[in-house]
């Protein structure tokens, strides 16, 4: 049974712009922990996610919510994974506000 592991992370960037960087870090995320975690899937709708990833080669889904002053990630741990619930809240919330800080460049028009 998977054991979801649900983070808060508050920001200053307004609803948009949060998720614009977020966007952008999602797509960044392989270069950032190789084949380690994976994202398979990701589907946004207005300032919802859904996404579905490969973490050290167990299935898990997840979604985020964009508010103008936090972001709610949910992730579902499998079993084997979720002994590491805590460790894996830390690194969420770490990665999250990396996202959410570090500015990104506005992506040109093709």
Known sequence: MAE???VNIPHRLGKQEAI???????GNVRS????KFVVLKDE?????LDFQASL??????GTV???EDHVRL???????LAMFA????????????LMLEKPTKPSRPA
Not at 56 to 61: A, H, I, K, P, R
Not at 86 to 97: P, S, T
């Open 65 to 67: 919510d964009v508010a």
């Open 32 to 35: 950032t922990f190789g084949e």
């Open 56 to 61: 050290l080669g167990q299935s898990t889904t």
């Open 74 to 80: 949910e992730v579902q741990l499998p079993w084997m």
């Open 86 to 97: 805590n460790k894996a809240k830390a690194l969420v919330q770490k990665q999250g506000k």
């Open 44 to 48: 946004w709708a207005g300032d919802h």
């Open 4 to 6: 979801p592991v649900v």
């Open 20 to 26: 614009r960087r977020l966007r952008a870090g999602f």
